[in-house]
């Protein structure tokens, strides 16, 4: 009998738990202990987390290290074609024979036991590291941090937090001082703790936090500066001055991220990453759907000439309002949005920083997802926040729909989900018109 696919693997693992989210580590502990205890036998190990950039600043990371000339290991999440791009082994996504094997083994290592499918998968990743050498592995969080399947790691060699903002509320709580005490649940003894920009009463928690474990802070705009000079990013402590290129991912908040990424790079014991690996890191950095522009391929075929695509997949108000600060510099032509978002975000949120800068939107329902928001309320959210919204019945038909007036932008936007989708339908050259 021939072995399951991933995906078969990867559908049995859903049904484990009648929650994609319940979290708790209890569970992973019983499965990590039956597996021999990987997670204790990984390389030094980056752990971040943070409500946006987290995946950015890793990327940043990442690049930047392989110029160096180290083996990396990444987890981050969501995937947006594959689920192998969740767990990359020395810079390459991981094989489906082998992402196929280690799924096998800890699902029987969990012996039918419930089980969510981000606890078992981080269970996989934490097995895949363990058994290729690696000089560092790069763990993102994926929901919160305190109670965050990845937060097993006891001793990481350095922590970060990327930029707090309101999301997931129904489990990380209503106010940022909740959800930033749920961030900081990543701050281990002793472990330096590197802060990126953060709302001064977030600041005030993960420094509260730090301070109570003894571990050393580095806080933006404090012990790290960032500015701009033309095509040039000036990064600043106390023990030097680089001049740098702006990061190949466009946005004022893309600055921030790299700004926070060096910070990192340059308090990670025992490595030595130079101006010029970090340069090469923000250059060449590569993370789709962070505004991201699709030029040349099936969609902006379909979008026709003087049509822009752009894909980003912030799903929240901080997101959208970074999205608004590079909607302002976008004057020359009409900016028009396809709009696809999970049932769980806050839609007026994330559209109204937009609004002065849309001429108009299609609101779709994501292919696939049973978690959509329907197209049809979110038009009628958008609406309300003062954007011309109506509902589309898919991706190709809203792109043609708005290509019909002439030179313009077209935003994709609103989920990682719908990335995906987009992102799946320009590689296979076409599009499911089917609302979910």
Not at 183 to 193: E, N, R
Request: net charge negative; glycine share 10%.
């Amino acid at each position: 009998m021939s072995k399951p696919t991933s995906d078969v693997l990867l559908d049995r693992l859903l049904e484990l738990h009648p929650k994609l989210i319940d979290l708790s580590l209890d569970r992973l502990y019983r499965v990590l202990d039956a597996l021999g205890n990987p997670h204790r036998k990984l390389p030094p190990v980056f752990h971040v987390a943070g409500t946006n950039g987290k995946g950015s600043l890793i990327a940043y990371m990442r690049r930047a290290l392989i110029a160096a000339g180290y083996r990396v290991h990444v987890y981050t999440s969501p995937h947006l074609v594959r689920f192998h791009e969740r767990i990359e082994i020395n810079g390459k996504a991981i094989d489906e024979p082998d992402l196929a094997d280690l799924l096998d083994e800890c699902e029987r290592a969990n012996g039918g036991e419930p089980i969510t499918f981000f606890e078992i998968t981080t269970a996989a990743a934490f097995l895949a590291f363990s058994r290729e050498p690696a000089d560092i592995v790069l763990l993102e969080t994926g929901l919160g941090g305190r109670l965050d399947a990845t937060n097993v790691i006891d001793q990481p060699l350095l922590t970060a937090i990327t930029p707090i903002g309101l999301d997931h509320q129904h489990f990380l709580g209503d106010t940022i001082e909740a959800i930033a005490g749920e961030k900081a649940g990543i701050i281990k003894p002793g472990v330096p703790l590197v802060i990126g920009p953060q709302p001064a009463a977030a600041l005030a928690v993960m420094e509260d936090r730090a301070g109570d474990l003894g571990s050393p802070t580095i806080v933006r705009d404090r012990d790290f500066f960032v500015q701009t000079h033309g095509d040039e990013l000036v990064y600043r402590d106390a023990s030097a001055t680089w001049s740098l290129p702006l990061p190949r991912l466009p946005g004022t908040h893309q600055v921030d991220n790299g700004a926070t990424a060096i910070a990192c790079l340059r308090h990670l014991k025992g490595f030595s990453v130079s101006q010029d690996d970090v340069a090469i890191g923000l250059r060449d950095v590569e993370w789709p759907a962070r505004l991201q522009q699709l030029p040349g391929g099936y969609l902006a075929t379909l979008a026709g000439p003087g049509v822009e695509l752009w894909l980003d997949g912030g799903h929240n108000p901080s997101a959208g309002q970074a999205l608004a600060d590079v909607c302002r510099h976008w004057g020359d032509r009409p900016l028009d949005l396809v709009v696809g978002m999970m049932i769980t975000k806050d839609p007026a949120g994330f559209a109204r920083p937009l609004a002065p800068f849309v001429r108009r939107a299609v609101c779709l329902s994501i292919p696939g997802e049973k978690n959509t928001l329907p197209g049809e309320e979110a038009a009628d959210i958008l609406n309300y926040v003062g954007i011309d919204a109506r509902i589309g019945t898919g991706i190709e038909d809203a792109i043609r729909d708005l290509a019909q007036d002439g030179p313009s932008r077209i935003l994709l936007c609103g989920s990682l989900y719908l990335a995906g989708r987009v992102l799946a339908a320009d590689e296979a050259k076409e599009v499911s018109t089917s609302p979910s």
